[in-house]
């Protein structure tokens, strides 16, 4: 079945710790998403990518790095500078020339000890 | 800009009640608007989406939603709620960026929770 897999579902890491979170699709996508979840926040966008070997920065993007070395694989590291990474981190894919409706993994829980 | 404003962080119903989500946007451009569900620890799931075509658009698990441009809004409702409904719930406007593609602009969500 195509779909979007997130690995992995649970991470705790020490502060100034840099930890990687993995995302695979295998729907064909050109564009793929981070986003990222915080109660009462809603979905904040990190980082996104429309094609291999290109990405953009979103909305809070700062402590964050990302790569699209292939089309079916956007991991994102989250460094230790960003000040305060615990939260759900959620990954995204879309067709090019739709509505923009996305597709979304099971999500991946960071959690900074 | 867009951007998406849900109103009430919480909504609780008894089982069989209406259910009413609220959901305004604000766009510069006829929108596509979107409303996910979400359970516990998973990810966000497709329940409709308007794409400017009825302007009362049906969705899974007997939701729906209306399109009112007057009101700048996208309400989600469903006729009868069932236990199983309880999850958050988001409303998402897509916002055209370079290249043909979209970004979804998500609103803060609203919790529904539904008791016997």
């Known amino acids: 079945d195509g779909g979007i897999t997130q690995s992995p579902k649970y991470l705790f890491r020490k502060e100034g710790q840099n930890v990687t979170l993995s995302c695979e699709q295998n729907l064909n996508h050109d564009a793929m998403y981070w986003y990222r979840q915080d109660p009462g926040q809603g979905l904040r966008l990190i980082y996104y990518?429309?094609?291999?070997?290109?990405?953009q920065k979103g909305d809070i993007a700062e402590g964050y790095s990302v790569s699209r070395e292939k089309k079916e694989s956007f991991p994102l590291t989250v460094t230790s500078a960003q000040k305060n990474p615990t939260a759900f981190y959620l990954c995204?894919?879309?067709?090019?020339?739709?509505?923009?409706?996305?597709?979304f993994g099971e999500g991946s829980r960071l959690t900074v000890l | 800009a867009q951007s998406v404003t849900q109103l009430g962080s919480h909504v609780s119903v008894s089982e069989g009640a209406l259910v009413l989500l609220r959901c305004n946007y604000s766009?510069?451009?006829?929108?596509?608007l979107f409303w996910y569900v979400q359970y516990p620890n998973q990810g966000l799931q497709l329940l409709l989406k308007y794409t400017s075509a009825a302007t009362l658009v049906k969705g899974i698990n007997g939701f729906e939603a209306e399109f009112k441009k007057s009101e700048t809004s996208f309400h989600l409702t469903k006729p009868s709620a069932h236990m199983s409904d309880a999850a958050e719930y988001f409303c998402?406007?897509?916002?055209?960026?370079?290249?043909?593609?979209?970004?979804?602009?998500f609103g803060a969500g609203t919790r529904l929770a539904v008791h016997p």
């Open positions: 766009s510069s451009v006829p929108p596509y």
């Open positions: 990518s429309q094609i291999v070997n290109d990405f």
């Open positions: 995204a894919s879309s067709i090019t020339g739709r509505t923009g409706e996305l597709f």
């Open positions: 998402a406007v897509s916002d055209r960026i370079s290249g043909g593609y979209n970004k979804l602009i």
